[in-house]
Every structure is written in structure tokens, then in C-alpha cells.
T-cell receptor, first 113, second 108 residues
Framework: GAVVSQHPSRVICKSGTSVKIECRSL??????MFWYRQFPKQSLMLMAT?????????EQGVEKDKFLINHASLTLSTLTVTSAHPEDSSFYIC?????????FGPGTRLTVL | QKEVEQNSGPLSVPEGAIASLNCTYS??????FFWYRQYSGKSPELIMF????GDKEDGRFTAQLNKASQYVSLLIRDSQPSDSATYLC????????FGAGTRLTVKP
């Protein structure tokens, strides 16, 4: 199956710092990638849809200035959590579509102290 | 009403039994339906997808779709302890919407 990677897998940072998470499709080109957030014991919540070469589409309630998304190429999307706070601590997962299937990255666990 | 609803669980079955996971969705325009398995602390992995009414079988897994009732289910035959995980139902209209997940425990 297709492979989607994320980096880093785990990050711990101080409150107020910015954290960048990378999502790569390793063996296919993805014009669209998705960013999800998952709090403990809860389901995935779609944050935004990342479109190559254009602005991301954010879900209602997601602050676009806080969660910056850049989809600069067909294989790379980045999510930057700006001025992170403890309430941003979560598991962030990206995914990419290839044909009719959606492939998930391994996730990034963010802990903001 | 939530877009995708799953039975709350947790669901516990003995090893070798059939586990039945259910999911209902609200958008009649939904065209594709997915079941993901997620182990604790890991990303979801796709188990099955189904587009047409009826049953679709893959090994020990059977997905069942009834668009008239807006219902999709996943049956796991001969359940194994390694099947213990949270199972997420997802429905795709314009983008993917996930249910809250059902936690399954298979007891040896």
C-alpha cells in the first residue's frame, strides 16, 4: 500500500513556541492532504484540507492563523502550530488520498508544557 | 445529530466469537464507507471499504452496507486477542467524517 510519513513522531515543547510537523507521501503524488487532531479516547477530528498550490480549507472552529498549513509540493504538506499552548497537546495525524483510498501517516504526538 | 454514529462500547467478546460493530450515518449522499482499526497510540489503518449495498468479505472481516437504512457494519469472525483495538467507521461525502469509534476487547 501507499506510504505516508510524518516527522517528527513525537515532540515536547515549551508553551509559546512554534512546532512544525511534516507530512510526506513517499510513493505517490497527493494533490490533497488532510490534517486531523485526536484527543485521548476521542475520534479523529478533521482540522483542514491541504491543497497543493493553494490555500488550505479549514474546518469550522479551527484557527487558520494558529495552525498554518503549507502544501508546497505534491508530496509534502506541513502543519505549523504557532505559539503552542498546553491545550494544543494532542495527536496530530495527516492523510493523503490515492485514488479512492486514504492513507494515514503514523501521527505526531505533541506535548506542550 | 452526529454525522457518523457508532455503538459506544466497549465491546467485549471471547476469542473465537463473532464481533459485530455497527455504524449509522446521516448524509444520504454518502458514497463510500470505510472501517479503520486503531491500536492505542497508533494511527488508524484501513481494514475494509465498501461502496455498494450488500456484503463485502475479506478474510475474517465482512462489511455490510444498507444505504436505505443508512447503516454500515463490520463483522469479525473468529475474533483474536490481536483484534483488540478501537474500530473507526468513516463516511466520505466531500471529505472523510469519522465516528467516535468502538473499543473492542477480545478475551483469550
Amino acid at each position: 500500500g501507499a506510504v505516508v510519513s510524518q516527522h517528527p513522531s513525537r515532540v515536547i515543547c515549551k508553551s509559546g513556541t512554534s512546532v512544525k510537523i511534516e507530512c510526506r507521501s513517499l510513493d505517490f503524488q497527493a494533490t490533497t492532504m488532510f490534517w486531523y487532531r485526536q484527543f485521548p479516547k476521542q475520534s479523529l477530528m478533521l482540522m483542514a484540507t491541504s491543497n497543493e498550490g493553494s490555500k488550505a480549507t479549514y474546518e469550522q472552529g479551527v484557527e487558520k492563523d494558529k495552525f498554518l498549513i503549507n502544501h508546497a509540493s505534491l508530496t509534502l504538506s506541513t502543519l505549523t502550530v504557532t505559539s503552542a499552548h498546553p491545550e494544543d497537546s494532542s495527536f496530530y495525524i495527516c492523510s493523503a488520498n490515492r485514488e479512492a483510498e486514504q492513507f494515514f501517516g503514523p501521527g505526531t504526538r505533541l506535548t506542550v508544557l | 445529530q452526529k454525522e457518523v454514529e457508532q455503538n459506544s462500547g466497549p465491546l467485549s467478546v471471547p476469542e473465537g466469537a463473532i464481533a459485530s460493530l455497527n455504524c449509522t450515518y446521516s448524509d444520504r449522499g454518502s458514497q463510500s464507507f470505510f472501517w479503520y482499526r486503531q491500536y492505542s497510540g497508533k494511527s488508524p489503518e484501513l481494514i475494509m471499504f465498501i461502496y455498494s449495498n450488500g456484503d463485502k468479505e475479506d478474510g475474517r472481516f465482512t462489511a455490510q452496507l444498507n444505504k436505505a437504512s443508512q447503516y454500515v457494519s463490520l463483522l469479525i469472525r473468529d475474533s483474536q486477542p490481536s483484534d483488540s483495538a478501537t474500530y473507526l467507521c468513516a463516511v466520505n461525502v466531500d471529505d472523510m467524517r469519522f465516528g467516535a469509534g468502538t473499543r473492542l476487547t477480545v478475551k483469550p
